[in-house]
C-alpha cells in the first residue's frame, strides 16, 4: 500500500471522484496529497479533501511557473492559507520559476519577482508549522534549498526533483525529500537519482494526470501510477516490494505528519 504524494485532482478528468480513487485503491494507493495551482484550484482542492478527508489531503499552492499569476493572486491564496491551515497539510506547489524562464523577456526580474513570492510563502509554511511541496527544476533547485534553510523549514519534498547530483546531496543531507515520478521507470536520469538517494530521502509521485511515455503510452494517468513507481524503486534498490511501499508511505507520513490509516 501506498501514498501518491503529488495529484492534481482537481482536474476535470478525475471529476468522478469515487471511481478514481477506487481505481487508486485496486492498485494499492490507499491516499492522495492533492495539490493546488491558484486560487481556484486551492478551493477545488480543499472541497475534495473535506469530501474524501480518509483518502485525500489538501495542500494550497500557488505556481510559481504560471506567469499569468498576479501578486493579487498571491494575497488571495494567503488569505486561503490563513483562513484553512488547519485543514491542510502542507503548502504546494510552490516554489521558483524555471520553464517559464525561457519566454521571459527580463528572465533576472522574473527569478526575483519568483523569490520574493517565495519568501512569503515560506513565512506563512513557517508560521502554520506546514509542510512545503516545492516546484523547483533544474536550476531552480539551488535557490530553493537555499530558501528553505533561510527559513527554517524542516519539512519539505522537491517534488519531481530533478537537479546537479551535487544539489540533490545538499537535498538530502538537509533533511528534505526528493520524489520521483513514473519517469523512474524508463528514464536513465531519474533511474540513477533514485540510485543514488537513500530510500528514507524518497517519495514517489504521479502528477497527475500529467501524460507519461514508455510503459505509460496511452494509458489514464492517475493516483495509480505510484505504486508502479514504488515496485520499480523495489527492483531498484533490490529489495521486497512489500518493505519499500511500506517505507515510502512511512515517509509520507513523516513528511506530511498524517497518521497511518
Ligand atoms: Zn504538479
Known sequence: ???????????????????????????????????????????????????????????????????????????????????????????????????????????????????????????????????????????????????LKRHGIERAVFHWHKAPPDVTRDIVEAGYFVSVGPEVVYRERDRELATSVPLDSLLVESDAPWKYSGEFEGLDSGPWFAARVAEELAKIKQLPVADVMFRLSTNACRLFDLVWA
Open 1 to 147: 500500500m501506498i501514498i501518491d504524494t503529488h495529484c492534481h485532482l482537481y482536474e476535470p478528468v478525475f471529476a468522478n471522484m469515487q471511481e478514481t480513487l477506487q481505481t487508486a485503491l485496486a492498485h494499492d494507493v490507499w491516499g492522495v496529497v492533492a495539490v493546488g495551482c491558484d486560487v481556484d484550484t486551492n478551493e477545488r482542492t480543499l472541497a475534495l479533501a473535506t469530501a474524501n478527508s480518509k483518502t485525500v489531503w489538501a495542500c494550497l499552492g500557488f505556481h510559481p511557473d504560471r506567469v499569468h499569476l498576479s501578486d493579487d493572486d498571491l494575497d488571495q491564496v494567503e488569505q486561503q492559507v490563513v483562513e484553512h491551515h488547519a485543514r491542510i497539510i502542507g503548502l504546494g506547489e510552490v516554489g521558483l520559476p524555471w520553464y517559464c524562464l525561457q519566454s521571459s523577456t527580463d528572465p533576472a526580474a522574473t527569478m526575483e519577482r519568483g523569490r520574493k513570492r517565495l519568501d512569503r510563502l515560506l513565512a506563512l509554511a513557517g508560521r502554520y508549522d506546514l509542510a512545503v511541496a516545492l516546484h523547483a527544476p533544474h536550476g531552480a533547485a539551488v535557490g530553493a534549498l537555499e530558501a
